[in-house]
Nanobody
Framework: QVHVAESGGGRVQTGGSLRLACAVS????????MGWHRQAPGKQRELVAA???????HIVDSVKGRFSISRDNAKNTVYLQMSSLKPEDTGVYYCAVERCTVVRGCDFDYWGQGTQVTVSS
C-alpha cells in the first residue's frame, strides 16, 4: 500500500507563487513516476507535471516556464513550484503515484486527497 499526502495549497493573487509538496510513504515497489494533476471547476482532471524514477520530467505547455517539478529522494517528497500564477491555474491539485506492471503497463494507482489552489485576479 502507498500513502500519498499533499500540502501547500492556498489562495494567492495573480502573479504570486506557491509550492506544493507531496509526501509518499509505504511500499515504493514498482513506482515509475510521480505526477501532479489538477482539476479546475467544471473541467476534467489533467496532468500538469510528472517526474520519473530516472529523473525524466514532463510539463504541459500551459504551465511550461511557470511551473517546475522536483523531488527529494531522502524525504520521499515531490514538489511542484508554481510561479506567475494565473486565475486559470485555480483548481484542486492532486499528487499521484504511477506504477508499472508487466500485465497492465503503467498507470497512476495511488492518489492524494488533493489541495486547493485559488488564484484571484
Amino acid at each position: 500500500q502507498v500513502h500519498v499526502a499533499e500540502s501547500g495549497g492556498g489562495r494567492v493573487q495573480t502573479g504570486g507563487s506557491l509550492r506544493l509538496a507531496c509526501a509518499v510513504s509505504g511500499n515504493s515497489f514498482a513506482i515509475n513516476a510521480m505526477g501532479w494533476h489538477r482539476q479546475a471547476p467544471g473541467k476534467q482532471r489533467e496532468l500538469v507535471a510528472a517526474i520519473a524514477h530516472d529523473g525524466g520530467i514532463h510539463i504541459v505547455d500551459s504551465v511550461k516556464g511557470r511551473f517546475s517539478i522536483s523531488r527529494d529522494n531522502a524525504k520521499n517528497t515531490v514538489y511542484l513550484q508554481m510561479s506567475s500564477l494565473k486565475p486559470e491555474d485555480t483548481g484542486v491539485y492532486y499528487c499521484a503515484v504511477e506504477r508499472c506492471t508487466v500485465v497492465r503497463g503503467c498507470d497512476f494507482d495511488y492518489w492524494g486527497q488533493g489541495t486547493q489552489v485559488t488564484v484571484s485576479s
